[in-house]
């Protein structure tokens, strides 16, 4: 679009051909796009008739350059000393004096070309904000006009303008740019200082509008994280216009929503006054959507973040627009740092959201045309928006779940093995002697109870993928780190002392007043005690891991099987033979253990000792499970128990509160409101 209205006199139709030239010259002239062109020989060659294949760091170049391309200005490729157009039928070379690079700040991008006459040209591209108001001439307040109307229909717009420089202009210019180049404090700014400077008086021609289309799956997965308990802000470079009608598109917005509009304000005093009205409006109810620029929102910043904050965090969604990178961190910031103390995750595809994507505590890129700098500064990359759906509702509760439980679960079985010697120091004056054998204190987290929490850790699934993702109201089951609570923590602890307590004395019970087991009425010595301990410990902590498995394929039973069978055959081996005599080591110098375990089980007392302390063990968590389980219900339980019972078995947990009828549970599942009717 030109900026000159239509004249149908024979002057006024060359007048705007002229201008037309003009405006298709910025679009073929003034970008950082490359060409490259495929002969048969594989070398670049431009007077080739092979086809041009444009390389840009951002998708909105590439789509001009092809534009002033299928209108006659055909960019042909160049060095970092000319460049190169062809018009119509011949080729023009033009040369390459400086790139003024695209900065947030400036919000446009210039470069300066000798003509073929040996004219000096800045051209430049940018932010209609920027453009129109260092524009001299040109039909502004047209262009002005279709920029706007542009935007509503959810375009990305720029504006194209030039300057001629005379000699002594650009002479003095480009020592201003030697000197702001060689500077070694502050250059970037003496550059940008530079740079305004030579970007002044412009000839305005004309303005472009490119079409973002929206990735598939964009408003599917915006609603269900919404429905997920997440909070989502969209903070955007694009003008207000442009950015509304992208959130209606996307579903960011809805049409129940009220919107409440922070734009267009330089006065501080007068951003107080209107975040206060907003802040009594959202506390009285309903669904509100926040819209703040980029001014605003600086000024908002520095003078009344607390308002500002306090109102976006009850909006149901927000949108910021027309801001620079910087202010994205700041953004993030200022959320990352509330009273609250929420976790920020932050998703960008560009250079441009570089800054936003590490100050958030997760920072997320997409591969997309807009270059790999976002994706080389995230935690983790991935294709398109979509993904998000699965990475959250469906990865994000199975690693936090598996991660959780690991924690917890080394902290018990540990809390449960080693309290035994604690006890038994009372008994010893705090002595140095200790219950377990050396065998049993180095096996027990090597073989007896490592592998099956190692696969539990990798494989575990507590729900299948297909229900967390048609139920997103599952993940708020694990929001505000839900299994790492202080109680949660407490619970296991708890639990480990008192089953510690039951191996320990339990078998003292069995045991005191030196009684004789076996037939000749020989009592038990310090190791059988010890190894009673230890295999009530052994069978307790890794029965309360089946019980807290969910998902069981064939690497998590492998792995119980070998645990269960493993101690009894390491313990025989080691038991069972005087390993001195026949290796000669001084390492199995000692034979304390000497078959001992084999004497230890095959009396039937103790395997009652043993049965006794599992019952004992499990009685109080079981009882507190099942009140929890029949009673109080999570959303998962319900949900999974909506399951076919082949699929059920598969992804609950194996104890006998598992197993209970869900005739009486039905009153939840119409209650929570997860299914209709």
Same mark, same amino acid.
């Given at each position: 679009?030109?900026? +000159?209205?239509?004249?149908?006199?024979? &002057?006024?139709?060359?007048?705007?051909?002229?201008?037309?030239? +003009?405006?298709?010259?910025?679009?073929?002239?003034?970008?950082?796009?490359?060409?490259?062109?495929?002969?048969?020989?594989?070398?670049?060659?431009?007077?080739?008739?092979?086809?041009?294949?444009?390389?840009?760091?951002?998708?909105?170049?590439?789509?001009?350059?092809?534009?002033?391309? &299928?209108?006659?200005?055909?960019?042909?490729?160049?060095?970092?000393?000319?460049?190169?157009?062809?018009?119509? *039928?011949?080729?023009? !070379?033009?040369?390459?004096?400086?790139?003024? +690079?695209?900065?947030?700040?400036?919000?446009?991008?210039?470069?300066?070309?000798?003509?073929?006459?040996?004219?000096?040209?800045?051209?430049?591209?940018?932010?209609?904000?920027?453009?129109?108001?260092?524009?001299?001439?040109?039909?502004?307040?047209?262009?002005?006009?279709?920029?706007?109307?542009?935007?509503?229909?959810?375009?990305?717009?720029?504006?194209?303008?030039? %300057?001629?420089? $005379?000699?002594?202009?650009?002479?003095?210019?480009?020592?201003?740019? =030697?000197?702001? &180049?060689?500077?070694?404090?502050?250059?970037?700014?003496?550059?940008?200082?530079?740079?305004?400077?030579?970007?002044?008086?412009?000839?305005?021609?004309?303005?472009?509008?490119?079409?973002?289309?929206?990735?598939?799956?964009?408003?599917?997965?915006?609603?269900?994280?919404?429905?997920?308990?997440?909070?989502?802000?969209?903070?955007?470079?694009?003008?207000?216009? @442009?950015?509304?009608?992208?959130?209606? &598109?996307?579903?960011?917005?809805?049409?129940?929503?009220?919107?409440?509009?922070?734009?267009?304000?330089?006065?501080?005093?007068?951003?107080?006054?209107?975040?206060?009205?907003?802040?009594?409006?959202?506390?009285?109810?309903?669904?509100?959507?926040?819209?703040?620029?980029?001014?605003?929102?600086?000024?908002?910043?520095?003078?009344?973040?607390?308002?500002?904050?306090?109102?976006?965090?009850?909006?149901?969604?927000?949108?910021?627009?027309?801001?620079?990178?910087?202010?994205?961190?700041?953004?993030?910031?200022?959320?990352?740092? $509330?009273?609250?103390?929420?976790?920020?995750?932050?998703?960008?595809?560009?250079?441009?959201?570089?800054?936003?994507?590490?100050?958030? /505590?997760?920072?997320?890129?997409?591969?997309?045309?807009?270059?790999?700098?976002?994706? %080389?500064?995230?935690?983790?990359?991935?294709?398109?928006?979509?993904?998000?759906?699965?990475?959250?509702?469906?990865?994000?509760?199975?690693?936090?779940?598996?991660?959780?439980?690991?924690?917890?679960?080394?902290?018990?079985?540990?809390? =449960?093995?080693? @309290?035994?010697?604690?006890?038994?120091?009372?008994?010893?004056?705090?002595?140095?002697?200790?219950?377990?054998?050396?065998?049993?204190?180095?096996?027990?987290?090597?073989?007896?109870? =490592?592998?099956?929490? @190692?696969?539990?850790?990798?494989?575990?699934?507590?729900?299948?993928?297909?229900?967390?993702?048609?139920?997103?109201?599952?993940?708020?089951?694990?929001?505000?780190?839900?299994?790492?609570?202080?109680?949660?923590?407490?619970? #296991?602890?708890?639990?480990?002392?008192?089953?510690?307590?039951?191996?320990?004395?339990?078998?003292?019970?069995?045991?005191?007043?030196?009684?004789?087991?076996?037939?000749?009425?020989?009592?038990?010595?310090?190791?059988?005690?010890?190894?009673?301990?230890?295999?009530?410990?052994?069978?307790?902590?890794?029965?309360?891991?089946?019980?807290?498995?969910? /998902?069981?394929?064939?690497?998590?039973?492998?792995?119980?099987?070998?645990?269960?069978?493993?101690?009894?055959?390491?313990?025989?081996?080691?038991?069972?033979?005087?390993?001195?005599?026949?290796?000669?080591?001084?390492?199995? *110098? @000692?034979?304390?253990?000497? #078959?001992?375990?084999?004497?230890? /089980?095959?009396?039937?007392?103790?395997?009652?000792?043993?049965?006794?302390?599992?019952?004992?063990?499990?009685?109080?968590?079981?009882?507190?499970?099942?009140?929890?389980?029949?009673?109080?219900?999570?959303?998962?339980?319900?949900?999974?128990?909506?399951?076919?019972?082949?699929? !059920?078995?598969?992804?609950?947990?194996?104890?006998?509160?598992?197993?209970?009828?869900?005739? *009486?549970?039905?009153?939840?599942?119409?209650?929570?409101?997860?299914?209709?009717?």
């Amino acid at each position: 679009m030109t900026t +000159e209205p239509e004249d149908f006199t024979d &002057s006024g139709k060359e007048h705007r051909s002229e201008l037309l030239h +003009e405006f298709l010259l910025c679009m073929g002239l003034c970008h950082t796009v490359h060409v490259h062109k495929d002969s048969e020989n594989g070398m670049d060659s431009i007077d080739s008739k092979a086809p041009l294949d444009y390389q840009a760091s951002s998708p909105d170049e590439k789509a001009l350059v092809e534009a002033a391309a &299928s209108y006659g200005v055909k960019f042909l490729g160049g060095t970092s000393e000319y460049i190169e157009v062809q018009l119509d *039928s011949y080729a023009e !070379r033009y040369e390459l004096l400086h790139v003024l +690079e695209f900065d947030p700040t400036r919000k446009c991008m210039s470069v300066i070309v000798k003509t073929p006459t040996g004219e000096i040209r800045l051209l430049c591209k940018g932010a209609e904000s920027t453009i129109l108001h260092k524009s001299i001439s040109g039909n502004v307040d047209s262009t002005l006009q279709h920029v706007n109307d542009y935007a509503v229909l959810g375009l990305r717009t720029l504006c194209f303008a030039y %300057r001629i420089l $005379s000699p002594e202009v650009y002479e003095e210019f480009h020592e201003q740019l =030697a000197e702001a &180049s060689s500077s070694l404090e502050n250059r970037e700014e003496k550059l940008n200082a530079v740079f305004e400077i030579a970007e002044q008086q412009l000839h305005l021609v004309g303005a472009t509008a490119v079409e973002d289309e929206l990735q598939d799956g964009v408003a599917d997965t915006i609603a269900k994280l919404r429905e997920a308990g997440i909070k989502v802000w969209v903070l955007t470079g694009d003008k207000q216009e @442009t950015a509304v009608n992208i959130s209606h &598109s996307c579903d960011h917005f809805k049409a129940n929503m009220s919107e409440l509009y922070l734009v267009k304000q330089k006065d501080p005093n007068e951003i107080s006054r209107m975040l206060t009205d907003y802040s009594k409006m959202v506390d009285g109810g309903g669904n509100y959507a926040f819209v703040v620029d980029g001014p605003s929102l600086a000024l908002a910043l520095n003078f009344h973040s607390d308002k500002l904050l306090q109102v976006c965090i009850k909006c149901v969604a927000v949108l910021c627009c027309r801001m620079s990178p910087l202010q994205k961190a700041q953004t993030v910031k200022l959320v990352k740092d $509330s009273p609250t103390k929420p976790t920020t995750m932050a998703i960008g595809d560009g250079a441009n959201d570089v800054s936003m994507i590490q100050e958030a /505590h997760v920072g997320l890129g997409i591969m997309g045309k807009e270059g790999r700098q976002a994706v %080389r500064c995230s935690d983790y990359a991935f294709a398109r928006f979509r993904f998000l759906q699965k990475i959250l509702l469906v990865h994000g509760p199975w690693y936090y779940i598996r991660v959780a439980m690991t924690v917890q679960y080394f902290f018990y079985k540990n809390i =449960a093995f080693i @309290t035994a010697q604690f006890f038994y120091a009372f008994y010893t004056q705090f002595s140095q002697q200790t219950v377990f054998e050396s065998f049993y204190l180095t096996f027990y987290n090597i073989t007896c109870t =490592a592998l099956p929490i @190692t696969i539990y850790g990798i494989f575990e699934q507590h729900l299948p993928k297909k229900m967390l993702l048609e139920n997103p109201l599952l993940y708020k089951e694990i929001s505000k780190n839900a299994k790492l609570r202080l109680w949660e923590c407490f619970y #296991w602890c708890i639990l480990g002392f008192y089953h510690a307590f039951l191996f320990y004395y339990v078998p003292i019970w069995l045991l005191g007043d030196d009684i004789g087991l076996k037939s000749e009425q020989v009592n038990y010595g310090l190791w059988s005690f010890g190894t009673i301990i230890f295999t009530n410990c052994v069978i307790v902590v890794n029965i309360k891991l089946i019980i807290e498995t969910c /998902h069981w394929n064939i690497l998590a039973v492998a792995s119980m099987v070998i645990t269960i069978v493993g101690y009894p055959t390491l313990a025989s081996i080691y038991s069972g033979i005087v390993w001195f005599n026949a290796t000669g080591w001084e390492l199995f *110098s @000692t034979t304390s253990l000497y #078959w001992v375990f084999f004497e230890v /089980h095959k009396i039937a007392a103790m395997w009652f000792c043993i049965l006794l302390s599992v019952g004992m063990a499990f009685l109080p968590d079981f009882v507190y499970k099942m009140i929890m389980y029949y009673y109080y219900p999570s959303q998962s339980q319900i949900e999974r128990q909506m399951l076919p019972s082949s699929q !059920r078995c598969m992804c609950q947990g194996i104890g006998p509160f598992e197993l209970l009828p869900i005739k *009486s549970r039905k009153q939840y599942v119409v209650n929570s409101g997860t299914r209709d009717g």
